[in-house]
């Protein structure tokens, strides 16, 4: 069984747990040390026993609990070369124990096999991440800047997907933001529109995942309703829902639930 859940990060998938029930792996660290540990004490897990933390770029929402994770439990730590290097550069305390993985290749990680793939977004050399079992596959991509083969390859027989819904285009054109806001948001190099990630969330269903969970989802420019409303159009519109197919929104501000393949 393998089991997903994200943890109190204010855009829903900035610090996401991933477990087998023995192996457990932490994706990204964007909240705090002290944060991560309270989610994982209402899991029941001891922040002693993750195995390891995977980062999928350096972006300070994404990292922001790492070192003080690291300083109190020594952790191995996952990512891309490019990434590495902003993170050694940022963190020098970390340069003993980051384990650089291109993008394109894969690893071990306890009892978990992990595979890598490169994705799009405006960081030095982001990367998504697909863990398995061996019997399951949960996928994981946030911080999208445009939906690219090398993902979809990356997400194929998933049957657990964190996939990214990030912003209403037309609320974004018509919101009082800043250009250069705008111009992030709209212009294909920073996250997915709720409409991109429902693109996404398809391909992923019609590859055989069963458990969509939306994520990254943007206070200032985004409801978990209307993503979860263009989604959902999306994959109806597909074909009648099949049974055992689920999509949900992951919380902001809340630890689970505990999703499971």
């Given at each position: 069984?393998l089991?997903?859940?994200?943890?109190?990060?204010?855009?829903?998938?900035?610090?996401?747990?991933l477990?087998?029930?023995?192996?457990?792996?932490?994706l990204?660290?964007?909240?705090?040390?002290?944060?991560?540990?309270?989610?994982?004490?209402?899991?029941?897990i001891?922040?002693?026993?993750?195995?390891?933390?995977?980062?999928?770029?350096?972006?300070?929402?994404?990292?922001?609990?790492?070192?003080?994770?690291?300083?109190?439990?020594?952790?191995?730590?996952?990512?891309?070369p490019?990434?590495?290097?902003?993170?050694?550069?940022?963190?020098?305390?970390?340069?003993d124990?980051?384990?650089?993985?291109?993008?394109?290749?894969?690893?071990?990680?306890?009892?978990?096999?992990?595979?890598t793939?490169?994705?799009?977004?405006?960081?030095?050399?982001?990367?998504?991440?697909?863990?398995?079992?061996?019997?399951?596959?949960?996928?994981?991509?946030?911080?999208?800047?445009?939906?690219?083969?090398?993902?979809?390859?990356?997400?194929?027989?998933?049957q657990?997907?964190?996939?990214e819904?990030?912003?209403?285009?037309?609320?974004?054109?018509?919101?009082?933001?800043?250009?250069?806001?705008?111009?992030?948001?709209?212009?294909?190099?920073g996250?997915?529109?709720?409409?991109?990630?429902?693109?996404?969330?398809?391909?992923?269903?019609?590859s055989?995942?069963?458990?969509?969970?939306?994520g990254?989802l943007?206070?200032?420019?985004?409801?978990?309703?209307?993503?979860?409303?263009?989604?959902?159009?999306?994959l109806?519109?597909?074909?009648?829902?099949?049974?055992g197919?689920?999509?949900s929104?992951a919380?902001?501000?809340?630890?689970?639930?505990?999703y499971?393949?």
């Amino acid at each position: 069984m393998l089991t997903l859940t994200t943890l109190a990060s204010g855009s829903s998938g900035n610090c996401t747990l991933l477990s087998d029930g023995e192996t457990h792996l932490l994706l990204d660290a964007g909240i705090s040390c002290r944060r991560i540990c309270t989610a994982l004490a209402a899991l029941k897990i001891a922040p002693e026993s993750l195995s390891a933390v995977l980062i999928t770029h350096e972006h300070s929402d994404h990292i922001s609990g790492l070192a003080t994770l690291h300083k109190r439990f020594q952790l191995p730590i996952y990512t891309s070369p490019g990434t590495a290097r902003q993170l050694c550069y940022r963190i020098a305390a970390l340069e003993d124990v980051v384990r650089p993985c291109p993008p394109g290749n894969s690893f071990t990680a306890g009892g978990l096999d992990i595979e890598t793939f490169p994705i799009s977004h405006d960081a030095a050399e982001p990367m998504g991440f697909a863990v398995s079992d061996g019997n399951r596959k949960a996928a994981l991509v946030t911080d999208l800047g445009v939906v690219t083969e090398a993902v979809r390859r990356g997400m194929a027989g998933a049957q657990l997907v964190l996939v990214e819904a990030n912003h209403d285009v037309e609320w974004v054109r018509s919101g009082p933001y800043p250009y250069y806001l705008k111009e992030r948001i709209l212009g294909r190099q920073g996250h997915l529109s709720n409409e991109d990630g429902g693109a996404l969330a398809l391909g992923a269903v019609q590859s055989g995942a069963r458990t969509v969970v939306l994520g990254h989802l943007s206070r200032e420019n985004n409801t978990p309703q209307r993503a979860f409303n263009a989604v959902n159009a999306i994959l109806s519109a597909y074909g009648p829902r099949e049974a055992g197919l689920t999509l949900s929104v992951a919380p902001r501000d809340q630890t689970g639930p505990v999703y499971t393949v």
